[in-house]
């Protein structure tokens, strides 16, 4: 900044020194305004996969490893902190191959490995609220499944896993269920007829709104979110997509979908990784990643725009994004490409926590009880599944059998008899 000392020279001087001594919020260079105003809204980040990274690494073993510095993923609180990370969504993953098999206790490990990991780091919290978010000067951990398989299709094991604190689901990964389809065909021996959101799928998203758990739709296919879209009483999120029309890949969000996310009050929070984001072999830079951003706030407007960094869930991201610490160069991109301070403090934080906070009042609005619909078995087609019955049902079956048999046995004995008379009359 320069002041030109001339006419009246004292005036200007003054005026000089009290704007040295008070910046203004815009003065500085746009880093220093980037991170001054990421000070004030830390991030909430939609998707992170170390804890996937936990169990593929160590074991789950907690005990083996320093979280504060731990070279051998993209993730730890020295870098999160440099990164200006408040809150992050931390993903309860398991592998499509754990489908109809053991899909509900690897889940459950992994639940139970981000709980430890947010409880014995004092720079960590566990929450299960958007109050909870805002209170905590720690930063925040939220519970997230990542595809529907965990639930085994199941309504009962989805509420405990909310009773445990899972707060959002992503109702597929790469592979379908019987209820819902994927953007992905990875796994196509599972369920390759389903198509869309089949009636059980609408069972779960009126229980998850009913419970306050967030739908979350990355990972469908377009068919399955719009079918979504149209029946969810809450606002949704895609926790970790990008836009399709900057890089047309399945896990992207194609703009009529965009459109139907701002009439929903939703939020797409925008994916990182160089496959999503350049669509080539570059892995693209800094800039790449807000040409999304541009291109999703002309479509859906700033309001339903967030970050969703999926560090950890996938190998290359853009140059200037290698790692949690570096958020504040995005901001300072899109900063310089004239986004204001409030668009970005949505960005940060603020449009999640509407998107929360909204979740969790349809919850409270709701009078529904627990739904006790079931799944027919021939949807699932697991032979594992256990087929469990009233033991009373079998002793009025084997009744209701021979009920059924008596009149036939009883007439068969007269045939018998009246036959044997007959004969012997003739002798
Ligand atoms: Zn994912």
Redesign the pocket.
Known sequence: MTCTLMGEAVQGITMCFLLLLFPSPSVGSLKERALRLMAEERVIDG?N?LPLQLRKQFGNMLSKIDLRSLPSTLTDITRMDQGYLGTQIW?A?TLCSTQNKDAVRLTLEQIDVIKRMCSQYDELELVTSSEGIERTKKISCLIAI?GGHAIDSSLGTLRMFYDLGVRAM?LT??CNTPWAESSSRLHSSFYNKTKGLKPFGEHVIREMNRLGMIVDL??TSTFTAKHVLSITKAPVIF??SSASSVCNHP?NVPDDILQLLKQNKGLIMV?LHSGFISCSSERGNVSSVADHFDHIKKIAGAESIGIGG?YD??DRFPEGLEDVSKYPALIEELLQRGWNETELAGVLRRNFLRVFRDVEMVSNRSHHLPDEKEIAHAEVKNPCRSVLKDPHDKVKTILNSQATNTPTAFFGFYLLLTTIFIILLSK
């Open positions: 998707h996969d993903s993953y990542e992503a990964h790469t990355s990972h926790s970790h896990r994916n999926d869930g996938a």
